[in-house]
């Protein structure tokens, strides 16, 4: 079948073309969680879109009910910069030294990154002494040019990877993290990711891994951005479909669970830990509908506890957000913790989010100064997913009040 590329709401499984889709989880409207406000867009409409999450019975895929224009989701000014998160940083470095030898990669040999973003993953592999590319769509680009980080501005599509071709030739190495799950038409992509590729290259994605999603209960990660939720059988199929076989995949902690990827063009061995992760996924009850609502019930119950923890705090004191990544703003607007309830969130000096208003809930967004100035009694640690070495920052740097955490179950850490 012709794939094609869709907008609105999905009635077909983004992978297999199955109308056998199952409602898991609601999360009603929502705005786009990167479209933070100024104080004169509050005086403007604001639009938001459904988000649910739905599940297709023949292929396992776990996707959005609704995938909105992506010049929307990803604007030119989409203020999230790869570099500002230490994680990641050094995700990347690891992920470059591991792929390096594994699979013979040269000085020269030329790397492309996919969803860019400011060249921060592209960076470790320059260092190595190869070529590398970035396709980037928002204005980050301009930051990873002016780094020295070669970049396109541009969503990646078919005409996109043909400018490639023709300029630069095939590469050895394509990454694809944390966007392989937010391109649409992912038929397409993989067909266009396994055109840029050489022959003997090997094509490595990073995505949010619904398997932890699952254990964790992470409720906070389902978004606009990401339109389709991976499990490794899903995956599989995809890659298989351009020809690809999955030679290997990895559980990592990146933004609090993902699954890395290995894949490379005709037949090869895979490694066991293919079959070892699809054995867990089985045993966890991923591809079963009635375990799947489960994990819905206890997302709903998840969310009761944090409202009733955190009013209960603004009782007793001030409440402030620390941080404000995307996932936050799923879990602001799911759960109504709005501008009335909590103070202020902060973001690290340099945030190109710091004077602004958080989609849909209008909190603002502080440098994160203001919280060891004012102190207030309680911290909600947005970004949870890495919640333990946050809080040891923030004692280290003379926070004194008590941390709020607020997955998978909601309590108090003074």
């Known amino acids: 079948m012709k794939s094609q590329q869709h907008i609105g709401p999905v ?30 867009l509050l005086l403007q409409p604001e639009t938001t879109y459904p988000l649910n999450l739905i599940y297709c019975q023949s292929c396992g895929l776990l996707q959005l009910d609704y995938i909105p224009d992506p010049k929307i989701v990803f604007p030119k000014n989409y203020p999230y910069r790869t570099g ?21 990669l040269k000085p020269k040999d030329l790397a492309i990154d996919i969803g860019s973003n400011d060249g921060s993953l592209l960076r470790a592999f ?12 928002t204005d980050a680009a301009k930051d990873a040019n002016k780094n020295n980080i070669p970049t396109i501005q541009a969503f990646f599509n078919k005409k996109i990877t043909r400018s490639i071709l023709k300029k630069y030739g095939k590469a050895k190495l394509v990454t694809a993290t944390n966007v392989f799950a937010h391109i649409n038409n992912a038929p397409e992509l993989a067909k ?35 339109i389709r939720f991976y499990t490794l059988k899903p995956l599989i199929r995809l890659l298989a479909d351009s020809g690809f076989t999955t030679v290997d995949a990895q559980r990592i902690s990146a933004a609090g669970g993902s699954i ?3 894949a490379q063009k005709g037949k090869h061995p895979q490694s066991k830990n293919v079959k070892k992760l699809i054995s867990q996924e089985e045993q966890a009850g991923i591809y079963d509908i009635k375990k799947l609502r489960n994990f819905s019930k206890k997302a709903v119950k998840a969310k009761r506890a944090l409202v009733n923890l955190v009013l209960e705090c603004a009782k007793n004191g001030r409440v402030a957000g620390l941080g404000s990544p995307a996932r936050a703003n799923t879990l602001l607007n799911f759960t109504h913790l709005d501008k009335d309830i909590l103070d202020y969130l902060c973001e690290k000096s340099g945030s190109p989010k710091i004077g602004l208003l958080t989609p849909g809930t209008h909190i603002p967004v502080m440098d994160e100064k203001k919280l060891f100035q004012e102190q207030p009694e ?24 008590k941390f709020i955490m607020p997955l998978p179950n909601p309590k108090i850490i003074n």
């Open 11 to 40: 009635t077909k499984c983004q992978i297999c073309y199955s109308e056998k889709l199952e409602m898991v989880l609601r999360y009603g409207n929502q705005p786009i969680v990167q479209a933070y406000l100024t104080e004169k």
């Open 84 to 104: 500002l998160t230490n994680m990641l940083i050094r995700n990347f470095q690891e992920l470059a030294d591991f792929s390096v030898p594994k699979y013979n």
């Open 126 to 137: 320059k260092e190595k002494g190869m070529r590398v590319l970035g396709v980037e769509a």
């Open 192 to 226: 266009n990711i396994s055109s840029l590729l050489d022959k003997d290259g090997v094509f490595i994605s990073e995505s949010q891994y619904f398997l932890d999603t699952f254990e964790k209960t992470e409720l906070d990660c389902v978004y606009h951005e990401h």
């Open 260 to 262: 890395r990827v290995f």
């Open 378 to 401: 309680y911290l909600l640690i947005l970004s949870w997913h890495i919640g333990e070495e946050l809080m040891k920052i923030m004692r280290r740097l003379g926070y004194k009040g």
